[in-house]
């Protein structure tokens, strides 16, 4: 029965009575369309509805394979932050929550940093994972990308950041509010390095998210029908009063109201950024100084330079430091 209980679609092997040998995991519903994709086929297209181009939420770490040259990198290590700081508890203890989405994901909270090469050019690229508590953005995920562009700067690589979040991290109520503006600070850092900071929105990117780090790249891209906005409809209908246009939080209509610079298919991805990192990132280019501008450069590189900051596990992730993160 092996044949049939790989090939044959849910609905049908219920008709010939096999349902109940068959692992879950072979064939996955689309969101999109509701027919059955074969697992095979979903690695094949990247995730992607082989009948209708719905674009499935993937995994941090599935992502960085699928845009690092020959899916290769390496994992930045990213510091401890204090768990649980306000011993919050809602129906459930935050640690608990904490604890179950560590065991269900394999990860230690929502977001990666990879290091490798994209197209040739050094990359350092951030990803949120939305399977880890709704890719919600915590002191961890504040530090994760303070971490990922100091090391962009270092490497003078350029910092692509991928969301995927429902937005601030709740239970860590002000605390990850005030990510908001550490991750902001973070991506300035790499842009007065003169560092292109690449954003690829991904569905969901809402909330905080979108309201910090998200929206800030030199070049904004989004994946096709992904959900970004700050407010979801429901809230924005009843607060303004007014029926919103359909899909209006949707990828293609930001695109279309100049919200974003680009929609690319899930599958040119990886060829789009190597493209766009080899225009905007040219390290062998001599500055075009004049001789002043130099003098004024060597002064300044006489100053020591701020410390880089490695994460302790020790410290408080939200104590002030020399750059105000
Ligand atoms: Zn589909």
């Known amino acids: 029965m092996n044949w049939l209980k790989n090939l044959v679609p849910p609905k049908l092997r219920s008709l010939v009575g096999a349902q109940k040998e068959i692992s879950d995991n072979l064939w996955y519903k689309c969101p999109g369309c509701t027919q059955m994709i074969y697992h095979r086929d979903l690695d094949k297209n990247l995730h992607v509805c082989q009948h209708c181009g719905h ?7 599935q992502r960085l394979k699928m845009l690092f040259d020959n899916g290769k990198f390496a994992l930045l290590e990213l510091g401890k932050p204090l768990a649980d700081p306000l011993k919050f508890r809602d129906l459930k203890k935050y640690s608990d929550r904490i604890r179950d989405a560590r065991s269900k994901t394999g990860e230690t909270d929502a977001l990666k940093v990879g290091l490798g090469e994209i197209g040739g050019h050094k990359t350092v690229i951030a990803v949120l994972d939305f399977a880890f508590m709704g890719g919600s953005m915590g002191m961890a995920v504040g530090d994760g990308l303070i971490t990922a562009a100091r090391r962009a700067v270092s490497e003078t690589a350029p910092l692509v950041v991928i969301p995927s979040s429902g937005g601030a991290r709740m239970q860590e109520g002000i605390l990850s509010l005030m990510q908001m503006t550490r991750s ?21 990117t809402t909330g905080g998210v979108t309201a910090s780090f998200a929206m800030l790249g030199d070049i904004q891209i989004a994946e096709p029908g992904s959900q970004i906005g700050f407010a979801g409809k429901r809230v924005i209908e009843q607060t303004i009063r007014e029926t919103l246009p359909d899909g209006f939080q949707q990828a293609e209509y930001l695109l279309e109201h100049g919200m974003i610079d680009m929609v690319v298919h899930r599958q040119d991805l990886a060829a789009t950024l190597a493209r766009i990192i080899g225009l905007l990132h040219t390290t062998n280019v001599a500055p075009d100084t004049s001789p002043d501008d130099r003098q004024k450069e060597d002064a300044a590189d ?3 330079s701020t410390e880089v900051i490695v994460p302790d596990p020790s410290r408080p992730a939200t104590k002030a430091t020399d750059k105000g993160l």
């Not at 850092?189 to 969901?204: F, H, N, Q, S």
């Open 302 to 304: 006489a100053i020591p």
């Open 55 to 61: 674009h499935l939420r993937i995994r941090a770490e």
């Open 184 to 204: 902001t600070i973070a991506v300035e850092e790499v842009k007065e390095a003169g560092l292109p900071y690449i954003v690829v929105l991904t569905d969901p």
